[in-house]
């Protein structure tokens, strides 16, 4: 198997393209985001701050009816500066959730899916 054949299967849960304001609190930094795609276990953000790689953060959605002030902890896996000015694209995983913020999340990537004409 290659390299891009494991990265490939280790992709569980699919990624569903969002736009959602989501607020995250760490220990010792705040910062405000915009998500890219999520997951049922991650999300991608763009973020106003570069932050600490291995941080992590209580993660609060402000923008959609069906997760508005879901908080779900996750974990900061990766950093790039690939976004213009000082906007940092970063990878997070959720390492445990609770069952009602997963019912929450999974109706929202159930909506979103039909939504998007990714069902068929």
Known sequence: MNEQESFKNRRRYERIPCSLSVLLEGKDETLNGESVDISERGIRL???????????FTLTFRSDEDL???????????VRTEVSGDKFMSGFFFPKISKSDSNKLLKFLRKHIEILGLDK
């Open 46 to 56: 763009i973020v106003d701050k570069m932050p600490k790689i291995n941080s992590r």
């Open 68 to 78: 508005k002030d879901t908080t779900i902890k996750a974990n900061l896996l990766w």
